[in-house]
Structures are given as C-alpha cells and as structure tokens.
RNA sequence: GUGGCUGUAGCUUAACUGGUAGAGCGUCGCCCUGUGAAGGCGAAUGUUGCGGGUUCAAAUCCCGUCAGUCACCCCA
C-alpha cells in the first residue's frame, strides 16, 4: 500500500454542499416544485452532457468561450450542460409528436459554466426553469408572473417586485426616437443596466459603443424612465407611440397582462409597469418581467420573458414559448444571510446514549422501539462518558436525549432529556413515542 | 479573458521603521467515577502558501509562482 497522500481540494467554482447547506437548498427547490406542479407545470430532466451543437450559435461568442467542451471517448464533440432551455427546445423538437401541447414543464438541474468565480457565481450551480410552450396566449405570461409572486411569498420575502415591461413595445420605442432596428439587442442591454449604472452610463455605453445619436439616447431614457399608475403609463404611451403599430401590440398585451392580475387578486404592491426592464438577451419577443428583492442590495432574482422563434429553430416551424428563470442560488443565499430559514434543524429527533456495554441490549430495545414509531433516532455507538454523550446531541442539535441506565433499566423505564431546557423524565419508552408525535 | 486586494496554528488574527512567531475561539485532558450549552486548571497544534533573491539576520523588502477573494466582461 501507498503511504503517499493526496492534498485534498475542490475545483474552484465547485462546491460541497453539507447537512446544513442542503437543508436550505430542498426547502427552496421544493417550494418552488410545489408551486409550478399547483399551476400546471410537470418535471423534466435532461442529460447533463449533450452535443456541442445544439448550444453553438445559439448563445453568442461570449457564452461560448464558456463551455465545458471536449471530446468524448467515441470521439463526438461534447459539452456539460450550458443551460437549461437549450436542452429543453432540443427535447420538445426530438418528441415534438409526443408531447400535447400547450406543454408546461418546470426544470431544477445543475448546469456547468467555466467562468471566473466570484461571489455568488459558481462553475456548477443550479438552474429553475419553467415554461410554456406552444401557446401565444399572454395568459400564459400572466399566470407565470402571478406564480412567481406566489413563490416568492411561500419563500418568507414581502418586499419584492415583479418589474414587468414588453419588447414589441421598447421596439416601437426605438424606432420612435429615430434608432435604427438593427441596434435593438445592443440598446436594450444597455438600457437593462440601468437600475446599476444610472442614467449617466448608460448615455455613456451607448454613445461609445453603439452608433445611437445623443439626441436619441435621451429621447429613449426619458419615455423609459417614465413612472406612474400603471393605466396612465399606458394611455399615455398609447397616445405617444400611436403610429408605432408593433408598439400598440405590446402594449396591448401589457393591458391584457396587468387586467389578468389584478382580477387574479394579486397585491399591487408586488408588481409594477417598469418600462426600463429590457433584458439583455436577444431571445425575446414580447411581454419581459424580473423579480427583484427591494430591500437590502440583492436585486434580480429572476428574468423571463416570451421567446416565440427559439423553439422553432429546432422545429422547423414556429412554436411560442414563454417562461423563465429563478436565480436560486441568490436566493439560497440571502435566506441564509437573513436566517430566514433554520438550517441547523438536524433531521434526527433523538440521541440514545449507551450508558454501558452491559446494557447494549435493553438499549437498542429501546432504539428499536422508536425508530418501529418513525422517530429518527441515533443510537451512541461507544459506551463513553455520559458527558461526552451529552455534548455530541448538543453539538448536533439533537433535542432530545434517552438515558438508559441501570436505575431506569430496573424499573422498566428510560429519561428522557429535552436538550433545550435541560428538563428531564422518568417514563415509559411508549409515552415518548406519544409525547414526540 | 482583464484588473485590484490578500495568503501567519482547525477558525479569527497579533508581531513598531527587517532582530530566530504571541493571543482569542475551537480541540483534547482534568476538576465532575450518571448529565451538554456556564466556570476553573492544564495540554497539543506553525518549515508564517511554495520557490528563489537581498541581508549578519526575512512573516516583514524584491522577483517569480500557486491559491483565495473582489470587481469588470457576461450572467444565475
């Protein structure tokens, strides 16, 4: 045998997750289940390795130099997964006569980027995604909206909001303030800067990068910084952009979109006509809403919109979608800062002591007939001093510790120990079966 | 991919302008031969990330390297 040892260390970006990590993380991944599976949605899953070119030309060049790309024994250009909407498409085309339309599906799946790790972004983290595919119903879009506002409130956050705007309606925007059509994408990514760079810089991003004129750019950061009542916004853009026909479209579904929430019942504080929201990526074809979390500096914690030609380059044909994303990881993360969550509740209820190897059999009777009631239940696997016994339930958080020693033993009873307030019993095993349920 | 900052015991960290590393927490033992989280006493743990250079002398200065971290790009 080797005497040589291995340094232990992880891959940067990469992570271990322990008992207490993973607490947190299911309680979110399974709020979120349980929400999407409410409204609809069904699981999917795909492979964690696919094609390369199922991703290329998808996502442009800067993704791309991202990829956990290689090949695979057999020779076949491979990449770990990217993200989890490219996939989906590919799985909706390769069944696309399987599949009963409108399909709703909901994904929870790690995906891979090799990116620069800083804080909060990781190499391997995990992706929450849901969808609509196959109708151009705006429905669709409001219902998700509503949905995501429910989730965020079964997380435990209540100052949050969903900022919702449309592209159809930032492109009549554009063409209104005289932009050419060909720098729509570059302009709305700079534009979605906005909440982080102000004004200022996004004047500046525009007018170095792109070839907008100044006039114009101001033309743009003043109808999209516009507030108010959401109807006012929209009689109001209405009148402005009246001769921008895809405009009045967007603004149409933006009217259909904000009637369905409020006769839906949702709080108005949770969402807002936020004509600045744009989106970054180039997919998107209509109504675009984000999330984001207003107190403390989190910001966005989700982005979705509708996408209605992405599917179809899989297809052949066009296939509407809508749907999006929830950062979970940030939410992971602020629920862990904020202690909204209490991730030291350790899974097992009871600790059995073993008093002493003698009494190795009347104490696993004793563990036994707790773990037959479904109370998990860790029995002490060494006869060592009641002290350290004692210090390893409280160092674990276990709330209740049995004592099975001699006195007990002779009487046909155990103590029972509550570790929160140092209380303790004489009683029957069954009775703490009946106490704990 | 670009740039900034930081590497001293398990963790947090001290060491004035270079003079052969000290503490708190934790760990372990004992006070306490049937009781944790409090208290008292005691013990163990460091080639100061690694390699080289300057110097009588380097944790401290210089170069390189590795690692971590933050920001940008981009994004979740």
Known sequence: MSTKTITPRILPGFR??????????????????????????????????????????????????????????????????????????????????????????????????????????????????????????????????QMGIEVMQKLGFDKFRTNISNRKF??????????????????????????????????????EKKRVSEKVIVEILNIVTSTGQIEDLISKFKILLKNSPISQEGLNELEQIFNYLKNAGVKAEFYQFSPYIARGLAYYTGPIWETEILDGNVGSVSGSGRYNNTIGKFVGKKVPATGGSFGIERIVEVLKDRKMFNSSVYATKILVTLFDASLLKQTVEVANILRKADVPTMLYPEAVKLDKQLKYADRKGIPYVVIVGPEEVKKNEVKLKNMKTGEQKEMNVNQIVKLLK
């Open 16 to 145: 271990d997750f322990f008992a207490e990590d993973i607490y947190v993380r299911e309680f979110v991944m399974n709020t979120f289940k349980k929400v999407f599976e409410k409204y609809g949605y069904e699981p999917l899953e795909t492979p964690a390795l696919e094609y390369t070119d199922i991703f290329k030309g998808e996502l442009g060049e800067e993704a791309e130099k991202l990829f956990y790309r290689f090949k695979d024994n057999g020779g076949r250009d491979v990449m770990l997964k990217y993200e989890v909407m490219t996939p989906m498409c590919r799985a909706v085309a390769e069944n696309i006569n399987k599949i009963v339309f409108p399909y709703k599906r909901y994904q929870i799946q790690r995906v891979w980027r090799s990116d620069r790790p800083q804080k909060g972004r990781y190499r391997e983290f995990t992706q929450c995604d849901a969808d609509t595919i196959g109708s151009e119903s705006v429905i669709c879009d409001a219902e998700f909206i």
């Open 170 to 207: 930032l492109n009549g925007i554009i063409q209104f303030s005289g932009a050419s059509v060909d720098d729509f994408i570059s302009i709305c990514m700079s534009i979605d800067k906005l909440p982080k760079i102000g004004k200022g810089g996004v004047k500046k991003e525009l007018l």
